[in-house]
């Protein structure tokens, strides 16, 4: 027995070098990016994403160019919050409406319902880009916000997600309220709206981070310079002449830092909001 | 008058008592959905096999023209994008699902210090976008002898390489990207899979003289089926519909195609070249291939058979 408990502890020395000279592997991006972003983005262009730090050289400079210098990124970072925010309170409202529809009741269609829902899941967006596309011209909702949100607001993912969380409250509560004479959707807003906390906690969360990151759909629907988002004004910064590279690097660690922040902060909701959808079935 | 306000009243009660019955009120709960799918996923997909049948110029001009999108998908761009994204899907599985399983099982180790630290850093890349994400390995892919793999494969005396123009290395530098992005969150549901394994087995094994290698392929492997198998399915929507990794890299035009993935091409000739019927055509067999190369992972796995 003392030889086996032994053995695993030595193992667990093992991988706990392992996994540290990994860490740093995988966290090393984000020093070399927070570095970078101190120097002058012609040192970039002409050199690349270098090792060398020359600490003299460094200066807040590119900081104070997109924060107060060119308005363009700030610009996206508020283009970035509205449509995080307006996406994310969207799906949040109607799909977990749909889920809590699709785990209560019995009604005819549902197991049609449900099925699409899956089939929804099973399709990338991507197939769609141009019908999408032209549906968008024709409704007149290029280059707008509600553009960007509308086609996805409804998430198959997040109606998964909230149908199995609510298949697991205890269903007395709603029988209970029913006889009390309490009418279906008050039900729903005074009693199981509150007891749905955790998951709105770790969809708010997941659905927060993917619109934030979103970068194909927006690129097709937003056209004006002052509508575009976070990733797509970034991408926007590399042109040929390099004219604009000190934005480069500070834009983009500025543009994870609050992501980071609130990851640090909520590690449970993310992850939990990550494997309940995908596994607990 | 008075007799009428009545009369409504009672009526707005009828109307809500109805909508508010057991029987009116799911429809209403899921219409969102319903409404969404109509709009946004079945109408263009339905539009999409149309245009697929059609030339379209401009919006105005559209003829319908047969089969001949499909005919005219014979051709040296086609046949690169497919493999492209055929060798990226293969690459990503490759490493994506062994590498964070067996990181996965050495964090499941309570005796190891640090694992949640160590878990949260593995996760924290999948915090950023794919064009933040890109922009920090595209300057580190960097031409110049000064840029950071070139720096690195330096340190073994080899010469710089013009990473981001070579078939084979900018297919690594598009692997390197999405491994970096995802094995933390693969590690996460290998971890969910794994905290779901009935401890018993392992001890029953331990009483067998099972070692832990033993323990990992006959217990564990087995037993994380349904995740390796949803984190398959996953992988290849992810892969097959790979571009903005592509773009981050290239924008939307790489040299020699090397860059060119499938929906890379549906969005060059749908938004660049304005051919919509010839890249409709393009995304319909790509929805195809998604749909056939899961059913046909799905059926190797046993996913159908009912045991």
Redesign the interface.
């Known amino acids: 027995m003392r030889t086996k408990t032994k053995h695993?502890?030595s193992?667990?020395y093992s991988?706990?070098i392992?996994?540290?000279f990994?860490?740093i592997i995988?966290?090393a991006?984000?020093f070399?990016?927070l570095v970078?972003s101190f120097k002058p983005g012609q040192e970039?262009l002409?050199?690349?994403?270098?090792?060398?730090m020359n600490f003299d050289a460094m200066t807040l400079n590119n900081y104070k160019i997109i924060f107060f210098e060119d308005n363009r990124y700030l610009t996206w970072y508020k283009n970035s919050l509205i449509i995080t925010a307006l996406y994310t309170v969207l799906s949040l409202f109607?799909s977990s409406?749909?889920g809590?529809?699709?785990a209560?009741?019995?009604?005819k269609g549902?197991n049609l319902?449900f099925f699409?829902?899956l089939l929804?899941m099973?399709?990338?967006?991507?197939?769609?880009?141009?019908?999408?596309?032209?549906?968008m011209i024709t409704l007149n909702l290029m280059d707008t916000y509600l553009g960007v949100v509308?086609?996805?607001?409804?998430s198959?993912f997040a109606?998964f997600f909230f149908r199995q969380y609510i298949i697991g409250l205890p269903k007395e509560l709603i029988e209970a309220a029913r006889v009390d004479g309490c009418?279906?959707?008050r039900i729903?807003f005074k009693i199981i709206v509150p007891l749905m906390k955790p998951a709105f906690g770790a969809m708010t969360i997941l659905q927060a981070?993917t619109s934030?990151?979103?970068?194909?759909w927006p690129?097709?629907v937003l056209r004006s310079a002052d509508k575009l988002t976070?990733?797509?004004g970034?991408?926007s910064l590399?042109t040929p002449y390099g004219n604009s590279y000190d934005m480069?690097?500070p834009g983009?660690v500025m543009?994870?830092i609050p992501?980071?922040i609130i990851?640090?902060l909520n590690?449970r909701a993310?992850?939990e909001g990550?494997?309940a959808g995908?596994?607990k079935? | 008058m008075g007799f009428n306000r009545v009369n409504t009243k009672v009526k707005i009660k009828e109307i809500y008592s109805v909508i508010?019955s057991?029987?009116v009120?799911?429809?209403?709960?899921?219409l969102?959905?319903?409404?969404?799918?109509l709009?946004?996923?079945l109408?263009?997909?339905i539009?999409?096999v149309i245009?697929s049948f059609q030339n379209i110029e401009g919006?105005r001009d559209v003829t319908f023209i047969g089969w001949k999108n499909y005919r005219n998908l014979l051709n040296p761009h086609y046949y690169n994008a497919l493999r492209v994204s055929f060798l990226y899907t293969f690459l990503t599985i490759a490493i994506l699902i062994p590498f964070p399983l067996v990181?996965a099982a050495?964090?499941n180790?309570k005796?190891?210090?640090?694992?949640n630290?160590?878990r949260?850093?593995?996760?924290?890349?999948a915090?950023?976008?794919?064009?933040?994400?890109g922009?920090?390995?595209r300057?580190?892919?960097?031409?110049?002898p000064?840029?950071?793999f070139?720096?690195m494969i330096g340190v073994f005396g080899l010469s710089p390489i013009t990473w981001l123009q070579g078939r084979g290395t900018g297919m690594l530098a598009l692997v390197v990207l999405c491994v970096?992005r995802w094995?933390?969150?693969n590690i996460?549901?290998f971890l969910?899979?794994l905290q779901g394994i009935p401890q018993e087995l392992y001890e029953s094994a331990d009483i067998d003289g099972a070692n832990?290698l033993q323990k990992f392929f006959n217990i564990t492997i087995p037993s994380l089926k349904?995740?390796i198998i949803?984190v398959i399915t996953?992988s290849v929507?992810g892969g097959?519909?790979m571009?903005?990794e592509s773009?981050?890299y290239w924008?939307s035009r790489s040299p020699g195609d090397i860059g060119l993935t499938l929906?890379a091409y549906?969005?060059q000739t749908?938004?660049n070249n304005n051919n919509?019927g010839f890249?409709?055509a393009i995304?319909?067999t790509?929805?195809i291939i998604?749909?056939m190369v899961?059913v046909l992972q799905l059926n190797l796995f046993g996913f159908f058979k009912k045991d």
Request: with cysteine; aromatic share 20%.
């Open positions: 695993s502890k193992g667990s991988s706990f392992i996994f540290t990994i860490c995988f966290l991006p984000f070399f990016m970078t970039m002409s050199k690349g994403l270098t090792l060398k109607f409406l749909v809590y529809g699709l209560v009741y019995n009604f549902k319902i699409i829902v929804v099973m399709v990338p967006l991507e197939i769609l880009l141009l019908p999408l596309y032209r549906l509308l086609p996805f607001a409804v198959p109606i009418g279906e959707f729903f981070l934030w990151n979103a970068f194909v690129l097709i976070l990733p797509i970034l991408m590399l480069i690097m983009a543009s994870v992501i980071a990851f640090l590690q993310f992850i990550l494997t995908g596994i079935q | 508010n057991v029987k009120v799911p429809y209403i709960f899921v969102p959905f319903v409404i969404t799918f709009v946004f996923f109408y263009p997909i539009s999409s245009m919006f990181l050495l964090l180790n005796l190891l210090r640090g694992r630290i160590f949260s850093s593995l996760f924290m890349p915090l950023t976008s794919v064009i933040v994400a922009m920090f390995f300057f580190a892919f960097g031409t110049q000064t840029a950071l070139n720096q970096w094995t933390g969150v996460v549901y969910a899979g832990s349904p995740v949803f996953i929507f097959f519909s571009f903005a773009f981050a924008t929906v549906i969005y749908g938004f919509f890249a409709s995304g319909i790509l929805l998604i749909m899961n």
